[in-house]
């Protein structure tokens, strides 16, 4: 007995970690060196999974395995301040505007010679999909995003909302204060999961599945590239001039010509536009999911059946 006692007091560590991916690659693609996935044939059709704040590649975790059985290649990388990835240029300016993560989807699809690809994802991950195929439609064979048209501008994001809606975006003015950036700095890991409990209320997600996505959290950019993001968007912080132009383009609020599928789950508690409000916003072949089942912001990683389902459809639109 003293001995399957001990046995079983060993094996709990392992039977508390969550599953992860087998492997992480690496790849310079632009100003980063990229950590990535890279699952399934080399030659079947490509599909890059994009993720979100304050989450990692492991919202696909359940998500990716659907798609390489059903025949594709898969691609998710790090964003920059996550995971592995790491920039080149240790001077590099720590930037979280949404054009220069769009510019960094193109710069890996390049370095891993992928002419055209499926983009699928959520929160930032959903923007910086819906800005690549807005800019760069000839490189998007489809695209699914969650919570749907998510580009927008430093004067857009000047305006006020209503005072409801001004509450779910307190972070965003927590991050425009340097008190708010030593708090991100030292409360990240429960800043983060407070982040998933209110934008997915009724997820019940555990310790390990939370803690295996905090640890990517720990990359040294990713507390700058945060506050830069969320400054940038009030008007707070520059950006960098080589992005310019492409954020030109953005304020003016581009159609979207490529076959998409927008969904969205009936529990998200994170702020996002209502379906009705971006819809015209598609002008190629297009549908809208409304998932039901308590599914909150975190869509993949709550309901992969459902998103790995509309990967696969946008592709025959």
Do not use: C
């Not at 992480?24 to 990535?36: C, E, F, M, T």
């Not at 975790?61 to 059903?70: E, G, K, R, Y």
């Not at 923007?127 to 807005?134: C, W």
């Amino acid at each position: 007995m003293a001995a399957l006692a001990a046995a079983a007091q060993f094996a709990q560590p392992a039977l508390a970690q969550a599953p992860t991916f087998a492997a992480i690659k690496q790849i310079d693609a632009g100003v980063l060196n990229v950590g990535y996935v890279d699952e399934g044939p080399a030659n079947g059709p490509v599909v890059i999974l994009l993720h979100g704040w304050p989450y990692d590649i492991h919202s696909y975790i359940d998500v990716v395995p659907l798609l390489t059985q059903a025949g594709y290649r898969v691609i998710v990388p790090h964003l920059r301040g996550y995971g592995s990835t790491r920039f080149l240029d240790a001077n590099a300016v720590r930037n979280g505007e949404p054009a220069a993560l769009a510019a960094d989807v193109v710069a890996l699809m390049d370095a891993l010679k992928i002419d055209k690809a499926v983009l699928a994802g959520y929160d930032w991950g959903a923007r910086t999909a819906d800005i690549v195929a807005a800019l760069w439609p000839q490189r998007v064979k489809g695209l699914v995003s969650v919570s749907g048209y998510l580009i927008g501008s430093q004067q857009a994001g000047k305006q006020p909302l209503p005072p409801a809606a001004e509450l779910q975006w307190w972070y965003q003015f927590y991050f425009a204060t340097e008190r708010g950036q030593a708090g991100y700095e030292k409360n990240r890991h429960d800043f983060a999961k407070l982040i998933w409990q209110t934008a997915s209320p009724q997820w019940r997600f555990d310790n390990a599945t939370f803690d295996r996505s905090a640890a990517s959290l720990e990359n040294p950019d990713h507390v700058a590239i945060t506050v830069h993001n969320y400054r940038w968007r009030l008007g707070l912080a520059a950006g960098e001039a080589k992005y310019a132009d492409l954020e030109a383009r953005l304020a003016q609020f581009p159609s979207i010509t490529v076959p998409t599928i927008t969904m969205e789950g009936d529990a998200n508690g994170a702020p996002h536009p209502e379906p009705a409000a971006y819809a015209k916003r598609f002008t190629g072949k297009y549908k809208h999911q409304q998932l039901p089942g308590a599914i909150g912001h975190n869509l993949p990683q709550e309901a992969p059946a459902a998103f790995a389902h509309a990967v696969i459809e946008v592709g025959h639109l």
